[in-house]
């Protein structure tokens, strides 16, 4: 399979240097090209085909020439230990389950791929690399739970102290080895900058081989495609009329995954993309004009992005035709009031504790549903635990959603983090004093 930038095609690497690269040369973004097409093998799935075989179906489309077949299969062994499960509730909808991962949201398949796939290809080599990041939270525990103990890969990340919810401090700071949590006394803009400064540093880059996990990777990207393959195959024999997936989404690599399944020939109808009241897609979508805005804040803080960087991606599917991707994908704005509220909702109906995030997608979805009864088959994806999101749980429905297993035990651990100051040169300094 061929990668090159959304910005010139011309511009064509292999999966590995995509992934130690990040971004494209050009500042564009790496997507697949070229036709891939797997529909007769995804027609073949049912009930019983298991996430990690649907993983290994399509990794090895990308990945079979670069590591071979047993490559392959380390990585989804190694990847994925954990699978979505689906839930149906009483008025029909299903509720895809992300959250069963090491750092309890959906950014773990993303994360736990990458790490597998950068320990294969480092493996046997004497190649290192050091992966540096910069976190508010989520995608910093994802990385740090998915790198922890990876051979050849230490993993620094920064995050700024008393700035992160105490669970999520834990996440980052007790897990050691070959995981480094910085915590700076700045914000999180610092942390970014100083992230950036590092990258940009000749000399700095000569010495250590840094790269990046960020949200914008492929390696992060692909595997975000399995699970709406693996929900197809969950359903098929119970659906009659469309298959339509609803995305509460922020800066939109979810959502896209979602279509890049669609184009390899997953059966899916249409997308339905939820946002909180950063709505510059859904405005897009309304009106042909995508204005990106600084974002606000909200109840669902993982969303609450204003200049998605996945939309170059869409674009770029869509060869930047709005018709197309109006005729594709829906979209949806829901506002804090009625996203608390639907958390409400579905606790006193069901009793159970959703997220903020998935809230936001469950709001729309029953929009859409009552809007069009007959649609079909509507699938929200549940995109963190409710337990993570403890403030918000307590003020919408009253109670504190109980905490999973792994997280009971993050409670008693040790934090060992180091504290630094918001500089350039105190970064520079950790980083030569560890890996030169
Ligand atoms: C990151 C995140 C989202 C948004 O996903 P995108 O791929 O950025 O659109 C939604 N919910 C949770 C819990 C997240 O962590």
Redesign the pocket.
């Known amino acids: 399979m061929k990668i090159v930038s959304t910005r010139n095609p011309e511009v064509s690497v292999s999966f590995k240097e995509a992934i130690f690269q990040g971004l494209a040369p050009d500042g564009g973004l790496y997507v697949p090209e070229g036709e891939l097409n797997l529909r007769n093998e995804f027609l073949k799935m049912n009930k019983n085909t298991t996430f990690q075989e649907i993983a290994a179906l399509v990794t090895g489309h990308f990945l079979q020439d670069e590591v071979g077949a047993e490559g392959v299969a380390r990585i989804v062994k190694a990847a994925f230990p954990f699978s979505p499960v689906m839930r149906t509730l009483k008025d029909g909808l299903k509720i895809m389950e992300l ?1 069963h991962g090491p750092s309890c ?3 773990d398949f993303g994360a736990s791929f990458l790490a597998a796939t950068m320990e294969e290809y480092l493996r046997g080599s004497s190649e290192k690399a050091v992966i540096l990041t910069a976190t508010s939270g ?2 910093g525990s994802a990385v740090a739970q998915a790198f922890h103990g990876k051979k050849n890969i230490e993993v620094v990340i920064l995050y700024p102290s008393g700035r992160v919810s105490p669970l999520q401090e834990k996440q980052l700071t007790t897990l050691g080895g070959n995981v480094h949590a910085l915590e700076v006394q700045g914000s999180f803009d610092d942390c970014q900058r100083m992230v950036k400064e590092a990258f940009q540093d000749p000399e700095l880059s000569k010495a250590i081989p840094l790269t990046s996990a960020n ?1 914008i990777s492929l390696g992060r990207l692909l595997p ?1 495609s399995f699970y709406y393959l693996w929900a197809f195959a969950q359903l098929k024999e119970e659906l009659s009329e469309d298959l339509v997936f609803c ?11 979602g279509l890049y399944a669609w184009k390899w020939g997953l059966p899916v109808n249409s997308f339905l993309a939820a946002t909180n009241r950063n709505d510059v897609v859904p405005e897009y979508l309304d009106s042909g004009i995508f204005q990106v805005r600084p974002s606000v804040l909200t109840p ?1 803080n ?2 609450d ?1 204003g200049n ?1 960087s ?1 939309f170059e991606r869409m674009e770029h599917l869509f060869q930047k035709n709005w018709s197309l991707m109006r005729a594709m994908i829906r979209g949806d704005r829901v506002n804090d009031e009625d996203t608390l509220e639907t958390m409400k909702d579905v606790w006193d109906r069901e009793k159970m504790d959703i ?1 903020p ?2 809230a936001v997608g469950v709001n729309a979805a029953r929009k859409l549903l009552k809007e069009n009864p007959d649609l079909g088959t509507l699938v929200v994806l549940a ?2 635990h409710p337990a ?1 999101f403890l403030e918000v749980a307590e003020k919408a429905v009253g109670h504190k959603p109980k905490l999973p297993p792994e997280m009971i035990a993050l409670q008693d651990k040790v934090k060992i983090s180091e504290i630094i100051p918001p500089t350039k040169a105190a970064l520079s300094a950790f980083l030569i004093r560890h890996f030169v």
Do not use: I, Y
């Open positions: 959250f949201a959906f950014k989520d995608t949200s975000q995305v509460p989404s922020g800066n939109f690599g979810n959502l896209t995954a669902s993982a969303m992005v998605p996945n997220c995030h998935t995109t963190a993570k």
